[in-house]
């Protein structure tokens, strides 16, 4: 982005307050009362935008997002909708000078779906995936890579979670989500919306070419059955959270072999689907399935 260029035609004044909002927050003044006693103060707040989104020349939808990182948001979505397979797809993405467009022209043609289902949540994303046949659509597979971890390194993982939260650090009221190998982060995605974070992880990697063999996401967001699914199209193979998956997501990360835990804290966790991940010593294989045969 030509910041020279967007200068040229809306003016320093706009110019600025683009920028800003580019952030994903905003400065306001706001007054805390202690009894009956008013204190004025000033804080960041974090942005809830409307931003559409033009496929080709054509409209599709309109995000409820963080107006940050939008052209990665645009290509992470059109890929975990099955649009588009890669960035080669992609002949330009741009988001226009006002910021509440992301202009996405691709290199074949696209049909707009018919139907846009919202997705579960307080700031739900749209997806034209049917829920009715999410579970037998075996169009794709996630890739199992091998990936193991003791419970120290979820731990770990939770700590690396909080360290990347830069956004939510300024103004609190957004979640985060990170793609991992275990050690290294690669991508990191903030936005108001749970199911946004993802998808701008998604668009990070196609646009930035990166591909770790190994690939493990945590997030502070619910684990819906949406939420399933693009971590699937990520092809991570542990997919942690803070907070709960739903018995749709669970139905789906073990058919598609993942493992899922929730409720993860740096010395407490609980693990849904395939524990042998974390479970990877062969007393801890047994005990698992002692537990589970009689339970």
């Given at each position: 982005m030509k910041f020279y260029t967007i200068r040229r035609y809306i003016g320093i004044a706009i110019l600025e307050k683009w920028i800003s909002e580019m952030n994903g927050n905003?400065?306001?003044?706001?007054?805390?009362?202690?009894g009956d006693r008013p204190i004025k103060k000033d804080a960041e707040i974090i942005i809830e935008a409307p931003v559409s989104l033009t496929v080709n020349g054509e409209v599709w939808l309109t995000f409820m997002c963080t107006p940050a990182d939008l052209e990665a948001l645009a290509v992470g979505f059109l890929f975990n909708e099955g649009i588009i397979r890669s960035f080669d797809d992609v002949v330009q993405a741009r988001v226009c000078a006002h910021g509440d467009n992301v202009d996405v022209w691709l290199n074949h043609s696209a049909e707009?779906?018919?139907k846009w289902r919202r997705t579960s949540g307080?700031?739900?994303?749209?997806?034209?995936?049917d829920s009715e046949r999410i579970l037998p659509d075996q169009s794709f597979?996630?890739?199992?890579n091998g990936v193991t971890l003791s419970p120290q390194q979820v731990g770990a993982l939770i700590e690396t979670l909080f360290e990347s939260q830069e956004l939510y650090r300024r103004s609190g009221g957004v979640h985060t989500s990170i793609l991992t190998d275990g050690y290294k982060v690669y991508a990191v995605g903030e936005d108001i919306g749970r199911h946004n974070t993802l998808d701008k992880i998604a668009g990070r990697c196609l646009m930035e070419n990166i591909h770790p063999p190994r690939r493990v996401l945590i997030t502070t967001g619910r684990i819906s059955s949406e939420m399933l699914q693009k971590s699937a199209r990520l092809g991570a193979s542990i997919v942690i959270s803070r907070t709960s998956p739903s018995s749709l997501s669970i139905q789906m990360a073990e058919r598609w072999g993942i493992t899922l835990i929730g409720y993860a804290r740096r010395n407490r966790f609980n693990v849904y689907t395939h524990p042998r991940r974390i479970l990877h010593d062969v007393i801890g294989v047994q005990a698992y399935s002692e537990v589970k045969e009689t339970g």
């Open positions: 905003q400065t306001i003044q706001y007054y805390v009362f202690d707009k779906p018919e307080c700031t739900g994303g749209l997806t034209s995936v597979q996630p890739s199992l």
